[in-house]
Nanobody
Framework: QVQLVESGGGLVQAGGSLRLSCAAS????????MGWFRQAPGKKREFVAA????????TYADSVKGRFTISRDNAKNTVYLQMNSLKPEDTAVYYC????????????WGQGTQVTVSS
């Protein structure tokens, strides 16, 4: 079982940037499709982005396309989410997950990191 720990969240003004990290331990994630999800207060958890292990192809929710970039460093067993041009509606707890397929995670989840975007 892989353990995931997110970091990098915080408070940022609208238009700003943050880079989230998801550090894995226990097992390598080099052969796992990885993803990011988020949950805003009073809303359901939603898919944000995913990256495959075979060809590092990435997919994004329409709401973040062009602003967020997912990447991975298998040597560091870490996945990243670069978030630019942040909007107040991006405020949420962001979660990293393993074994993500078609926007659904079948593997481990991290504990989440809070991102707050002020207007």
């Amino acid at each position: 079982q892989v353990q995931l720990v997110e970091s990098g969240g915080g408070l940022v003004q609208a238009g700003g940037s943050l880079r989230l990290s998801c550090a894995a331990s226990g097992r390598t994630i080099s052969r796992k499709d990885m993803g990011w999800f988020r949950q805003a207060p009073g809303k359901k958890r939603e898919f944000v982005a995913a990256i495959t292990w075979t060809d590092t192809r990435s997919t994004y929710a329409d709401s973040v396309k062009g602003r967020f970039t997912i990447s991975r460093d298998n040597a560091k067993n870490t996945v990243y989410l670069q978030m630019n041009s942040l909007k107040p509606e991006d405020t949420a707890v962001y979660y990293c997950a393993a074994d993500v397929l078609l926007g659904v995670a079948a593997g481990s989840w991290g504990q989440g990191t809070q991102v707050t975007v002020s207007s």
